[in-house]
């Protein structure tokens, strides 16, 4: 079973940045397609961003255009999503997801971590 641990989640005030990571054990963390994806109460589960298993080509819902960056360390074994500018309506459980194969900007990912909290006050 592969574990997918985030971290780095809090409170930013509006304008500000924030990192969070995911971090994983797994053996086979380069064959993974990574994701970040985000949900509010009650709401679905969207797309934020997508990296392929080599960091060569990276995805992003246009709410994150421009102002999130999603990177890999196949060394290290993590994933980071750079969050710059940080609105309120960014404000939600944000959860690193793994792959096999290629990348995918729906929900169809085989391993999710548990979420980490991003609030964004105004």
């Known amino acids: 079973q592969v574990q997918l641990v985030e971290s780095g989640g809090g409170l930013v005030q509006a304008g500000g940045s924030l990192t969070i990571s995911c971090q994983t054990s797994?053996?086979?963390?380069?064959?993974?397609?990574m994701g970040w994806f985000r949900q509010l109460p009650g709401k679905e589960r969207e797309f934020v961003a997508a990296?392929?298993?080599?960091?060569?080509?990276?995805y992003y819902a246009d709410s994150a255009k421009g102002r999130f960056t999603i990177s890999r360390d196949n060394g290290q074994n993590t994933c980071n999503l750079q969050m710059n500018k940080l609105q309120p309506g960014d404000t939600a459980v944000y959860f690193c997801?793994?792959?096999?194969?290629?990348?995918?900007?729906?929900?169809?990912?085989?391993?999710w971590g548990q979420g980490t909290q991003v609030t964004v006050s105004s």
């Open positions: 990296i392929n298993w080599s960091g060569s080509d990276t």
């Open positions: 797994a053996r086979t963390f380069g064959s993974f397609a």
């Open positions: 997801a793994a792959r096999w194969n290629n990348v995918s900007m729906t929900p169809d990912y085989d391993y």
